[in-house]
């Protein structure tokens, strides 16, 4: 492979290795973490995956991470004159990029101007040292998979100690000042079944039977403000605005209003992880406020 025009995926995009073979790729909305496949017009659907056909009509067939050989991020650079580019298209004449140096006055002489940006389209003979570059997404993507499976995904939680074993468990007591605790079948013969729900594994305990009762849960700084994490979506960390900037909750453009469990309104964002400051795990004793 040697010219972008050869490439499935022309110019710019990803691509995943299934069973040998190569696809056009990109994560699969809604299904994370599946990587979609994407074939082109006119070849088989890769052997053995559904078909999903996505809002703006195109259709993919998604795969689990693991079931995947390769996937990644592909981009192409040239130099024209001596100075880098980054390919924004390719025509079996021309090339076209984006500026990637830093020679102003150059820039300015040979060049066109986007906003801040330089780019310009050159015939191929004047083109030098075009280059594929690979941006690994998979390993990424098999890392944060473990991340978020070691922490639940930043969820909020409750937990028991019963003679020694922790179990989740409920935030709160119930109306007799019982403590739900779900255990399965692994559980102290002093435990009573929950009546409410009793084929769920869950047993109700006394505060006098535990040795800890706490609740976990994170908070997070995004744009400089405080949230309280409550899950994932798509691989990225939402959390609950928990500052009091009336000016960053209208102006900002930053998130979203949404109801919360209890019906009140609450201001939401969602992020990459790699966009958090101040990730910090918090635990409270919910013993010492009985």
Same mark, same amino acid.
């Given at each position: 492979?040697?010219?972008?025009?050869?490439?499935?995926?022309?110019?710019?995009? $990803?691509?995943?290795?299934?069973?040998? $073979?190569?696809?056009?790729?990109?994560?699969?909305?809604?299904?994370?973490?599946?990587?979609?496949?994407?074939?082109?017009?006119?070849?088989?659907?890769?052997?053995?995956?559904?078909?999903?056909?996505?809002?703006?009509?195109?259709?993919?067939?998604?795969?689990?991470?693991?079931?995947? $050989?390769?996937?990644?991020?592909?981009?192409?650079?040239?130099?024209?004159?001596?100075?880098?580019?980054?390919?924004?298209?390719?025509?079996?004449?021309?090339?076209?990029?984006?500026?990637?140096?830093?020679? $102003?006055?150059?820039?300015?002489?040979?060049?066109?101007?986007?906003?801040?940006?330089?780019?310009?389209?050159?015939?191929?003979?004047?083109?030098?040292?075009?280059?594929?570059?690979?941006?690994?997404?998979?390993?990424?993507?098999?890392?944060?998979?473990?991340?978020?499976?070691?922490?639940?995904?930043?969820?909020?939680?409750?937990?028991?100690?019963?003679?020694?074993?922790?179990?989740?468990?409920?935030?709160?007591?119930?109306?007799?000042?019982?403590?739900?605790?779900?255990?399965?079948?692994?559980?102290?013969?002093?435990?009573?079944?929950?009546?409410?729900?009793?084929?769920?594994?869950?047993?109700?305990?006394?505060?006098?039977?535990?040795?800890?009762?706490?609740?976990?849960?994170?908070?997070?700084?995004?744009?400089?403000?405080?949230?309280?994490?409550?899950?994932?979506?798509?691989?990225?960390i939402k959390g609950v605005y928990t500052?009091?900037?009336?000016?960053?909750?209208?102006?900002?453009?930053?998130?979203?209003?949404?109801?919360?469990?209890?019906?009140?309104?609450?201001?939401?964002?969602?992020?990459?992880?790699?966009?958090?400051?101040?990730?910090?795990?918090?635990?409270?004793?919910?013993?010492?406020?009985?």
């Open positions: 492979m040697t010219d972008p025009a050869g490439f499935p995926v022309p110019v710019k995009g $990803e691509a995943a290795v299934f069973r040998g $073979e190569l696809f056009r790729a990109r994560g699969a909305v809604g299904l994370w973490p599946c990587v979609e496949l994407l074939p082109e017009a006119g070849r088989p659907a890769p052997e053995g995956l559904a078909r999903r056909e996505a809002a703006d009509g195109s259709v993919g067939y998604p795969v689990a991470p693991e079931s995947l $050989e390769a996937w990644y991020a592909v981009t192409w650079t040239f130099r024209w004159r001596g100075e880098l580019f980054e390919c924004t298209a390719a025509t079996p004449t021309t090339l076209s990029g984006d500026y990637l140096g830093s020679d $102003e006055h150059f820039a300015k002489e040979r060049l066109k101007r986007l906003a801040t940006d330089y780019y310009g389209v050159f015939p191929r003979e004047e083109v030098t040292e075009l280059e594929e570059h690979h941006e690994d997404l998979l390993q990424p993507l098999h890392a944060l998979v473990r991340r978020l499976a070691e922490v639940d995904h930043f969820r909020p939680k409750a937990y028991a100690v019963h003679r020694g074993r922790t179990y989740e468990a409920a935030a709160e007591a119930d109306a007799s000042g019982l403590i739900a605790l779900t255990t399965g079948h692994d559980r102290s013969e002093d435990l009573n079944a929950d009546a409410q729900d009793p084929g769920d594994g869950r047993f109700l305990a006394t505060l006098e039977q535990l040795d800890a009762w706490y609740r976990i849960h994170w908070t997070f700084r995004a744009d400089g403000e405080p949230f309280d994490a409550v899950g994932t979506v798509d691989g990225r500052g009091g900037s009336w000016g960053f909750v209208a102006h900002s453009g930053f998130l979203t209003e949404e109801r919360g469990p209890d019906g009140a309104r609450r201001y939401t964002v969602v992020v990459d992880l790699d966009g958090v400051d101040d990730l910090e795990q918090h635990r409270t004793d919910l013993l010492a406020d009985q």
